[in-house]
């Protein structure tokens, strides 16, 4: 297996020690800032994490996706590498622009937003960071070890940062700011990284090769904003319903999910340049793969998950330092939304790798409706539990839609049936 998919696991192995650092410094600085600005304003941070999180969809525009694609295919030609690395970075800046103005506007004119006023405008170098760092470059060209350590030397920066400027709970406001550090050194050198080792030459893009990347991306920027939808805007939501304790005990249980989820997001990662390779020569050859990867994978996120409900109530306390039931409900019931999506990954990514966009453009949208509409009805009857619900019900039809879409209307990309074609020594 390591013979025949030697780069893939080494992109993986890189990929999983950055993802590490992401279980590692919530580990450490979670209790910290939970105990040091207390559960309200977490509460608010994890809401300012939410909007964050909004502005860096909106910068990605679904080039991790696209232009990713694109670099699996142009990896040969310079020419056509460093003209598509230029016009990606400037429309990516150009977005960046677009969203620090709408942070803006939104700290004037929005009460929810201008009481915490410097905890955006500090925060506004979080996204900045991720625009500037060309991580669709380095995964096109399955190369995700070049800035592992460099992200790793990030995030021990942040640790620093966050034990020496947050001391009291005033402080807050500073800790977007302090993650966007990280994320704009990250960025910058990232940049200059991939000029010289791969030699790319920067020109400033003419308007009509900016405009051309927003049409590939297009569809897959709906679908990102969709799929933001379904996993974010349940915290919005229960911001109308609940009081910033219970929105703080909802956004510590959502955290550990989400650390969770960065696991699949690392195989995802390093599977998706793979997948646009293969898919150029052929589907047997990429389902083969899946079969070889993704299986004993899959097993163990749904063993993990298992392990994280049954010591739940030992896991909160282990962060918070004191007992907290309705955190220790909301993590049992979400657990396994990690392990659902999980699923999905190979039907989802199988779609995109042969530019199957406009269907899981329309799952996620109907799903994004559906969840805003199950969860206005549930939280409203059972507060963050019935958030919790959503989220785990919303997952499960995502998934189960893709893979309809796929056999149904695709049949000849299929992943379940097996190919009566000669076999194909791979």
């Not at 020419?79 to 622009?97: E, G, H, P, Q, W």
């Not at 992200?151 to 800790?175: C, E, G, Q």
């Not at 709906?222 to 005990?249: Q, R």
């Not at 998950?305 to 309705?326: D, H, M, P, R, V």
Request: contains cysteine; hydrophobic residues 50%; aromatic residues 14%.
């Amino acid at each position: 297996m390591l013979g025949k998919d030697r780069r893939f696991y080494t992109n993986l192995l890189a990929l999983g020690l950055v993802q590490a650092t992401n279980f590692i410094i919530p580990l450490i600085t979670l209790p910290y800032l939970v105990r040091t600005i207390g559960i309200e304003k977490f509460g608010a941070v994890s809401y300012a994490l939410t909007i964050m999180a909004y502005i860096a969809i909106l910068i990605d525009y679904g080039f991790m996706m696209s232009a990713t694609r694109q670099v699996a295919i142009y990896r040969t030609d310079l020419v056509k590498l460093s003209a598509l690395f230029s016009t990606v970075t400037i429309a990516r800046m150009i977005l960046f622009f677009i969203g620090a103005l709408c942070l803006f506007f939104l700290t004037q004119f929005v009460p929810r937003f201008s009481g915490s006023k410097s905890l955006y405008l500090y925060g506004i170098v979080f996204p900045l960071g991720i625009a500037l760092m060309p991580t669709w470059l380095y995964q096109g060209l399955e190369q995700m070890r070049q800035i592992t350590y460099l992200n790793i030397v990030a995030k021990l920066i942040t640790i620093v940062l966050l034990f020496s400027v947050v001391n009291s709970p005033n402080d807050y406001k500073y800790i977007l700011g302090i993650y966007g550090i990280a994320n704009v050194v990250s960025g910058v050198y990232g940049l200059i990284m991939a000029v010289r080792r791969y030699k790319l030459t920067f020109d400033i893009p003419k308007s009509h090769e900016i405009i051309g990347q927003y049409k590939i991306g297009f569809n897959l920027f709906l679908t990102s904003v969709t799929v933001a939808l379904v996993n974010n805007v349940n915290l919005l939501i229960l911001a109308g319903y609940v009081d910033n304790h219970s929105l703080g005990n909802y956004g510590l249980a959502e955290k550990i999910i989400f650390a969770v989820w960065q696991v699949l997001a690392v195989f995802s990662t390093a599977i998706y340049p793979v997948l646009c390779r293969l898919a150029q020569e052929s589907h047997e050859l990429l389902r083969r793969f899946l079969i070889r990867t993704f299986v004993p994978f899959c097993g163990c996120v749904l063993a993990g998950c298992i392990g994280i409900c049954f010591f739940a109530e030992e896991i909160i306390y282990l962060i918070a330092k004191t007992s907290n039931l309705e955190a220790v409900n909301i993590l049992r019931i979400m657990i396994f939304v990690p392990f659902i999506v999980c699923l999905n990954i190979p039907t989802y990514q199988t779609q995109l790798a042969n530019s199957i966009t406009q269907e899981n453009t329309r799952i996620y949208g109907y799903a994004a409706v559906l969840n805003v509409i199950l969860c206005v009805t549930l939280v409203s009857i059972w507060g963050t539990v019935g958030a919790a619900i959503t989220m785990l019900i919303t997952q499960f039809i995502i998934t189960g839609s893709l893979y309809f879409v796929t056999e149904v209307k695709f049949p000849q990309y299929s992943l379940l049936r097996f190919h009566t074609s000669r076999e194909i020594n791979v």
